[in-house]
Nanobody, 123 residues
Framework: QVQLAESGGGLVQAGGSLRLSCAAS????????MGWFRQAPGKDRLLVAG????????YYADSVKGRFTISRDNAKNTVYPQMNSLEPEDTAVYYC????????????????WGQGTQVSVSS
């Protein structure tokens, strides 16, 4: 059974940092791009960061560029977004996802999803 398990969410003050983790299990994710989405109340789910299998290509939404950094450790089947300079607007449920192939497939063709972890940023 394939699982993506997120961890590391919580409450942080504006300007603070959080590092989320997504551990994948149940199969090898060789050739899969991994990404992080977020969904705030009343808003659509949005891809905020993505990384290719080899780590050579990354994607960031404009709203997080310069503040978020995504990385992965394929030996551990884990992907990490480091989130710095957090703002109240970053408050959302964050989801990990995997899509076979290139990063662009994360936008509409994710094969696997995690359950989500709540990130709350207080002003």
């Amino acid at each position: 059974q394939v699982q993506l398990a997120e961890s590391g969410g919580g409450l942080v003050q504006a300007g603070g940092s959080l590092r989320l983790s997504c551990a994948a299990s149940g199969r090898t994710f060789s050739g899969y791009s991994m990404g992080w989405f977020r969904q705030a109340p009343g808003k659509d789910r949005l891809l905020v960061a993505g990384i290719s299998w080899g780590g050579g290509s990354t994607y960031y939404a404009d709203s997080v560029k310069g503040r978020f950094t995504i990385s992965r450790d394929n030996a551990k089947n884990t992907v990490y977004p480091q989130m710095n300079s957090l703002e109240p607007e970053d408050t959302a449920v964050y989801y990990c996802a995997a899509a076979q192939g290139r990063i662009y497939r994360l936008q509409t063709m994710c094969d696997y999803w995690g359950q989500g972890t709540q990130v709350s940023v207080s002003s």
